[in-house]
């Protein structure tokens, strides 16, 4: 990851630790390093601000 390039795979790890906390998003891009998120149109903000915490938290701990 870094500089070096992208952090293949990480993606579906932090994919992975999301849908344990259940939230879910879609690992993507070409080397495994995109998440998409496709949240539905009726989201409050409570939900949102819920999913960002444990989307930041997956994504800390797969890029760890």
């Known amino acids: 990851g870094g500089a070096a390039g992208p952090a293949g795979g990480a993606a579906a790890r932090a994919a ?3 849908l344990g906390e259940g939230v879910l998003v879609l ?3 070409e080397h495994g ?3 998409e998120l496709t949240p539905p149109v009726d989201l ?3 939900q949102c601000r819920f999913a960002v915490e ?3 938290r997956a994504v800390r701990s797969a890029l760890s």
């Open 16 to 18: 992975g630790a999301a």
């Open 27 to 29: 690992p993507a891009g």
């Open 33 to 35: 390093h995109v998440l």
């Open 44 to 46: 409050s903000d409570e």
């Open 54 to 56: 444990v989307v930041a």
